[in-house]
T-cell receptor, first 115, second 113 residues
Framework: DQQVKQNSPSLSVQEGRISILNCDYT??????FLWYKKYPAEGPTFLIS?????DKNEDGRFTVFLNKSAKHLSLHIVPSQPGDSAVYFC??????????????FGQGTTLQVKP | NAGVTQTPKFQVLKTGQSMTLQCAQD?????MSWYRQDPGMGLRLIHY???????DQGEVPNGYNVSRSTTEDFPLRLLSAAPSQTSVYFC????????????FGSGTQLSVL
């Protein structure tokens, strides 16, 4: 049972426009959500995170929005740049020592930003 | 600062062969883990460790063994490789706190024929 879902396998946007990547989750106990970016032949790298007590977190061109009632989060990239072309993974963690450091990942969304 | 180092980068095995994927981190992280990435499946947790001498199973542990004798190293062993284990494997580490981000290695592409 997929607890974290990214239902859009791919997204294509024009350079300079907004990219919106979506993620849904089923476990209401998740307390942190993270976005990772992955280039081909490299490991995922951390992009931005949000605590479940917040509904928005911003870092430069990247903003993550959390809607707890809908169990939905989204990553906004404004403006999009060709270098943003990568696979984006949404991930979540649950509280408690038994879940320390354990992230549950979505399937990933491939973003292509066209020049 | 090397971060998380994985070796080898590529490996081809025949069904039934065994091998060990190496992982080392130099950030003094207590928490280490192994994930596999398959098309349409995202990253799935295989095994993890919260410190030297302590390991536990993740979501997809069957066919894999781990041990953690030092803080720095966390090898993943395939005892008898199967075609279903063809995947990209990532090792990760973190301080292990709430919401703490993972640092990933560059991955090992494994093919089992």
């Amino acid at each position: 049972d997929q607890q974290v879902k990214q239902n859009s396998p791919s997204l294509s946007v024009q350079e300079g426009r907004i990219s919106i990547l979506n993620c849904d989750y089923t476990n209401s106990m998740f307390d942190y959500f993270l976005w990772y970016k992955k280039y081909p032949a490299e490991g995922p790298t951390f992009l931005i995170s949000i605590s479940s007590i917040k509904d928005k977190n911003e870092d430069g061109r990247f903003t993550v929005f959390l809607n707890k009632s809908a169990k939905h989060l989204s990553l906004h990239i404004v403006p999009s740049q060709p270098g943003d072309s990568a696979v984006y993974f949404c991930a979540a963690s649950a509280p408690g020592s038994s879940n320390t450091g354990k992230l549950i990942f979505g399937q990933g969304t491939t973003l292509q930003v066209k020049p | 600062n090397a971060g998380v180092t994985q070796t080898p980068k590529f490996q081809v095995l025949k069904t039934g062969q065994s091998m060990t994927l190496q992982c080392a981190q130099d950030m003094n992280h207590e928490y280490m883990s192994w994930y596999r990435q398959d098309p349409g499946m995202g990253l799935r947790l295989i095994h993890y460790s919260v410190g030297a001498g302590i390991t536990d199973q993740g979501e997809v542990p069957n066919g894999y063994n781990v041990s953690r004798s030092t803080t720095e190293d966390f090898p993943l062993r395939l005892l008898s490789a199967a075609p279903s284990q063809t995947s990209v494997y990532f090792c990760a580490s973190s301080y292990g706190g709430a919401g703490e981000k993972l640092f990933f290695g560059s991955g090992t592409q494994l093919s089992v024929l």
